[in-house]
């Protein structure tokens, strides 16, 4: 099974900045999603990023608050741009694995003040 | 679309007590079902899935669950609780291959707490 590094694993930033979250998996993987979890909150989809494509986002999520990149099999970042108190959440990302599995980084903590 | 209904916020059960998680689904076709557990301050780990065969599947940590077509319900389930088994719980499910979509929905959670 995939092992991701995600970083950073926590942050407190100003809002109307951006933070780029990292994600490098230690294997060649084809999707890729983005997760974010709200206080209290379940797992929503934020987008797939395929590799050499643009990311599909799901619905309330677009691209200018968003950004993905998926430069190559094994790495992609996510930003969350213009931040403010309202984006305070965890960002997971997730890789799908062989046997229809699949494996997550241990999450970004993002503080938004 | 494919959704997942966990019908408690949370669940208390003593130390050496069986343990019980509810999980429903909707999803066309035959569903790809997934147990995640999340401690605090760390990302989800896998507990187990169930694809296809046997209805009862076993995981990690001691945990099992059990895959009822009719009642479209997959629970969670362990024979003894532990302290330490307490968590967020997450059931997920994913539409089967040939539908093209591979994204993974999950339920809002549940909290179990075990009291020694």
């Known amino acids: 099974s995939a092992v991701i590094s995600q970083k950073p694993s926590r942050d407190i930033c100003q809002r109307g900045t951006s933070l780029t979250i990292q994600c490098q998996v230690d294997?060649?993987?084809?999707?890729m999603f983005w997760y974010r979890q709200q206080p209290g909150q379940s797992l929503t989809l934020i987008a797939t990023?395929?590799?050499?494509?643009?990311?599909?986002?799901e619905s309330g999520f677009v691209i200018d608050k968003f950004p993905i990149s998926r430069p190559n099999l094994t790495f992609s970042t996510l930003t969350v741009s213009n931040m403010s108190p309202e984006d305070s959440s965890i960002y997971l990302c997730?890789?799908?694995?062989?046997?229809?599995?699949?494996?997550f980084g241990s999450g970004t903590r993002l503080t938004v003040v | 679309a494919q959704s997942v209904a966990q019908p408690e916020d949370q669940v208390n059960v003593a130390e050496g007590n069986p343990l019980t998680v509810k999980c429903t689904y909707s999803?066309?076709?035959?569903?790809?079902l997934f147990w995640y557990v999340q401690y605090p301050n760390r990302g989800l780990q896998f507990l187990l899935k169930y694809i296809t065969g046997d209805n009862l599947v076993k995981g990690s940590y001691g945990f099992e669950a059990e895959f009822n077509k009719s009642q479209t319900s997959f629970h969670l389930k362990k024979p003894s609780a532990l302290v330490s088994d307490s968590a967020l719980y997450f059931c997920?499910?994913?539409?089967?291959?040939?539908?093209?979509?591979?994204?993974?929905?999950f339920g809002t959670g549940t909290r179990l707490l075990v009291s020694p």
């Open positions: 999803v066309s076709g035959n569903p790809y």
């Open positions: 997730s890789v799908a694995v062989q046997n229809y599995g699949y494996t």
């Open positions: 294997s060649q993987v084809t999707m």
């Open positions: 997920a499910v994913r539409e089967p291959p040939n539908t093209g979509f591979q994204k993974l929905v």
């Open positions: 990023a395929n590799q050499g494509s643009e990311a599909t986002y």
